[in-house]
C-alpha cells in the first residue's frame, strides 16, 4: 500500500513538474517600425496570446490584426482597410519550434532560435531568427526582433504613399508568461 502512495505521489510530481513547463500569456505586446526619411511608423499590439512549451520546444502567438495602435488614427485606419485587411484577414498567427536548452527550474537568460511560419494576410512565410528566452520566479519573458517584408505577405503599398513607408518593417516581440497550473 505504501510502495503505491508513493508511486501515485510521484505521479502527480511528474504531472505538475510537466505542466510547469507551458507558459502562457494574453497580454504579450508585438511592435513593428517603419523608418523612412519622410516618415517614421510605429504601431503596438498589446493584445499577444502566446504560448510556451518548453518540454515540447514549441510556441505560439496570435493576435488581432485591428489591436494595432497607431500614433495617428488615419495610419490606423489605412492599415486595417488599405493595407492588412483586417476586415478580411483579422488574425496574424505564428506557429513555431525554438532550439537551444531551457531549464524551468534555473532562472537566468536563455539563447534560442526560434523556427516556424508566419500567417498574415492570408499568407504564410517561413521564418528563422535568433531569440530570448528568461525564465524568471514568475514565469518565462520572451523576445524576439526581427524584419518583414509587406510583398512577401502580398500587400501592396500604393505609389503615393511608397516613399513614407519603408521596404522593411522592424518587428519587436515581448511576452510575459505565466506558468500553466
Known amino acids: 500500500m505504501k510502495k503505491f502512495i508513493f508511486c501515485i505521489g510521484c505521479c502527480v510530481l511528474v504531472i505538475s513538474a510537466a505542466s510547469a513547463q507551458v507558459y ?3 497580454t504579450g505586446v508585438i511592435q513593428f517600425f517603419s523608418k523612412t526619411p519622410l ?3 510605429k504601431a503596438e499590439n ?3 496570446y502566446a504560448a510556451v512549451d518548453l518540454s515540447g520546444k ?3 502567438f496570435s493576435m488581432l490584426m485591428k489591436s494595432f ?3 495617428k488614427e488615419l495610419m490606423q485606419e489605412h492599415f486595417n482597410e488599405n493595407y492588412v485587411e483586417s476586415d478580411r484577414y483579422p488574425k496574424a498567427i ?10 524551468p527550474q534555473k532562472p537566468q537568460v536563455y539563447p534560442i532560435q526560434v523556427q516556424g511560419v508566419i500567417t498574415l494576410h492570408g499568407v504564410e512565410k517561413s521564418i528563422n531568427t535568433p531569440a530570448t528566452l528568461e525564465i524568471t520566479a514568475e514565469g518565462l519573458t520572451g523576445t524576439a526582433r526581427f524584419s518583414l517584408l509587406p510583398q512577401d505577405f502580398a500587400i501592396t503599398i500604393p505609389g503615393i504613399v511608397r516613399d513614407k513607408i519603408a521596404r522593411q518593417i522592424d518587428v519587436q516581440v515581448k511576452v510575459d508568461c505565466k506558468p500553466v497550473k
Open 39 to 41: 516618415e517614421d511608423i
Open 69 to 71: 495602435l497607431f500614433r
Open 94 to 103: 505564428f506557429k513555431g519550434t525554438f532550439t537551444g536548452d531551457v531549464d
Open 58 to 60: 514549441t510556441m505560439a
Open 24 to 26: 502562457i500569456t494574453r
Open 46 to 48: 498589446k493584445q499577444v
